[in-house]
């Protein structure tokens, strides 16, 4: 790996966890989005919520690129809306930490991608709102199949968008959400699932601002990876 390979933020859980002879509060993310970023040719570096004023500009003075992970609902809070009986388990410090985080990130012009929770994060951020329990609009349950198994759906994505220039203009994806995007102000709507679920979207300038609604860490094809990466390069050397 080159001395100059771009330094890629990941942010992490912060959750009860148990190893070896622990039982604690712990901060982790699974290994597959590391194990991404580092296959592509970057660094990754988890970034845990940090509660301090300023603390998200110091971080991102000091990445190339930031990953916004997936993980639990989002406050309903943070757009406006009572909860679902289904939505459950928000994090307050990870809400205000990755928004925070996506604050200093578009300041600086930094290369961002959103997977699940983060593409539903970056919305609310932009001032948009989600649909709190997809299987109440669609009718089944094909995005999250329940436990720890993975949906597989297939995508449709939109003709000349930076999406299909990285996957292609069809992709079959990996998800786990029982939320989606409803309205997304700012970005482009680039992909889409057969049931009309809002599947990806872009910043429509140049700058790589992408977010997923699927696990793109989890499959075989790296496009997404590959794209934030050379994104990252190209902001590290200007």
């Known amino acids: 790996m080159s001395q100059s390979a771009p330094v890629i933020g990941l942010t992490t859980y912060r959750e009860q966890a148990a190893w070896g002879v622990w039982d604690q509060r712990a901060d982790l993310l699974p290994a597959a989005y590391a194990g991404a970023v580092e296959s592509v040719g970057g660094v990754p570096l988890l970034l845990p919520p940090v509660a301090a004023p300023g603390a998200a500009a110091t971080v991102v003075a000091r990445l190339d690129g930031l990953v916004v992970s997936g993980g639990a609902d989002v406050d309903p809070g943070r757009y406006g809306a009572d909860a679902h009986p289904r939505t459950a388990g928000w994090r307050p410090d990870r809400d205000a930490w990755e928004l925070a985080l996506l604050d200093a ?14 593409m539903q994060l970056m919305v609310v951020h932009a001032g948009g709102t ?18 720890d198994a993975f949906g597989t759906t297939q995508v449709a994505t939109e003709p000349g968008s930076r999406l299909a220039t ?18 997304a102000p700012g970005f482009r709507a680039v992909a889409r ?16 601002c992408v977010a997923v609604q699927w696990h793109p860490e989890t499959a075989a094809d790296v496009g997404l990876l590959a794209g934030l990466l ?6 590290s050397a200007r």
């Open 105 to 118: 990130a578009d300041a600086a012009g930094l290369p961002v991608l959103g997977v699940c929770r983060g």
């Open 230 to 235: 050379e994104a990252a390069a190209a902001y």
């Open 130 to 147: 989600l649909d709190q329990h997809t299987p109440d609009l669609v009718g089944h349950d094909e995005h999250s199949p329940g436990g």
């Open 193 to 208: 699932a057969a049931d009309g679920t809002l599947e990806a979207i872009e910043d429509p300038t140049d700058r790589f």
């Open 166 to 183: 990285l996957v292609g203009d069809k992709v079959t994806v990996s998800c786990h959400h029982h939320q989606s995007v409803r309205e």
